[in-house]
């Protein structure tokens, strides 16, 4: 007869283990599949009270670095919050001590907080609560449960049960964290993987914009790479530049249109409304919806824009540069803005820098041209010289045929005037050319000699002329005139009063036509002889004025030629070569 409930006695602890058993593979399996946390808690609360029979499950976890327990509790199938600090309450016992507590009847202990049973008008009667640990045997929190459902308290079995799947929990919990935190690391990865992508084609952009904008010549190349660069970089439908005139409110408005193929427009004179008007006209950052272009230029209603003012010297606004209409449709960001802004810095540096080249340039050639009037004015004195002769002998002259001929000889004189007026126009047009022609030797140096002649009546000096070449020869007759007549006015000013031979000599050497005006006179002076050709450069002339060598030299180089000087007590010689191919 007592063999019979024993048996039944045994055979239920065996169901029950059996039972306890499949709960812990399940609750194993559960665990192992489980990657979300949430999700994961909500598992953890809903089997352990499977487990024990427990009305009720609390699970709390630490804070990273922080004295608090976070906990999660199921009431009425909703996972709510709150927050134990450690050494408070059964759970921050648990922590603080790492081992299990039971409380058969917890009004009765003094470590029991009644204050959620208020809130919540739940009635607290046992509590099992056993610590759960991490892979490293670090206390991570507390897997807590509330009241058996049979109104007994919970047993030494219970807490063995609990503490099993704690450890489980606990193993769980930690490798879903891990994977949270490498799930969020590689979001944070891919995210400073696409910033540095951003930076680095960022980077590129600026250099290619600063290479490009070195090489460019013009004010409208500048702004042309500009655009075309910025649109291609940003994945714009359209970039335009607005740069302010100051004469009449009005300026100048250069765009780029991504459907274009980076053909530039222009449009000069514009009166403009819009981001880029305002932009240039109050010098800040614009970011609109309507492009504010006009009708004809407009990219369409409600697409993004941005506009940066583009600033001058001290700081003043020139214009604008502006991006409008993204090709995906979106707004512009922050990142967008702040690459503009960099692109609109070096622009305005760019242009800056370019119009202060341009002003440069102008001033340089104000005053080459100042330089060039002057030796204008020194070569004057040569066709003046030559027509006020013919002049005096056309008053004397009864031959009509004679006074035609002379006539003649002051036209010619005036062609020469003539065409030193064309070169300096030429220079302050910023163009500067030689008219080369084939020109007969012979016919050349008869004029000079005729000219010459005039030059020398009334002075001890008697001209040489070889030509040892009577063919033609290729050069700027007028340019090459000019230079042998301030080569012989030297020469005979070296000589002066006491006079002596003045020899011209025309040869070829190779490829080169060689022309050599030589005097006999006291030679080149020693302080002056390493400066010859430089401007303003004389010695020992009354009405010199330092520019006939230099002239001869710009001539020379001009035909892509060169002239020297040699010099002895005896005299001095300057050969001029032009070259012939």
Known sequence: MRVRPRRAELEAQLARAHRTLDALQDVARALSTATELDPLLELILDKAKQLVDADRATLYLLEGG???????????????????????GIAGTVVQSGKAIRVANAYRDKRFSRDWDTVTGYRTRSILAVPMKSHQGQTIGVLQVLNKND?????VDDQSLLSAMATQAGVSIDNARLYVSTLQKNAQLHQVRQKLERKVADLNLLFDLESAMARAATQEQLVREVLVQTVRATRTCMGAVVLNDLHEGRSTVFCVREDQADELDVQRGVTLEGPLARAARDGATVRVWDDGLPDTRRNGDGRPGVAIPLSGEDGAVIGALGLFDRLDGHPFT??????????????????????????NQRNDRMSTIGTLLSGVLHDL??????ISGYVQLMAMAEDAQQRRRYSELVLSQFDHITAMQREV?????????????????????????EQIDKELEGRAVKLELELRDRGTARFDEVKVMRA??????????????????????????????????????????????????ETFVTAG?????????????????EHGGSVSASSTPLGAMFTLRLPQE
Request: proline share 2%; no cysteine.
């Open 425 to 449: 126009l030429a220079f302050a047009r910023g163009e500067r050319s030689v008219f080369v022609r084939r020109v007969y030797l012979a016919q050349f140096f008869d004029e000079l000699r």
């Open 66 to 88: 922080s004295r608090y327990l976070v906990s999660r509790y199921v009431v009425g199938g909703q996972v709510q919050t709150i927050r134990v600090e450690i050494g408070e």
């Open 334 to 359: 922050d990142d967008d803005v702040e690459l503009l802004r960099l692109v609109a810095a070096n622009a305005s540096t760019a242009i800056k820098l370019l119009r202060s080249r341009e002003a």
């Open 541 to 557: 002339k009354q009405q010199g004025t330092g520019l006939g060598l230099a002239i001869v030299k710009k001539i020379a180089e």
């Open 484 to 533: 042998l007549h301030n080569l012989v006015r030297n020469a005979l000013d070296a000589m002066g009063a006491s006079g002596g031979v003045l020899r011209i000599a025309v040869s070829r050497e190779g490829a080169d036509l060689v022309i050599t005006v030589s005097d006999t006179g006291p030679g080149i002076p020693k302080e002056i002889e390493g400066r010859l050709f």
């Open 151 to 155: 109104g007994r308290s919970f047993t």
């Open 381 to 386: 004195k040569g066709p003046m010289t030559v």
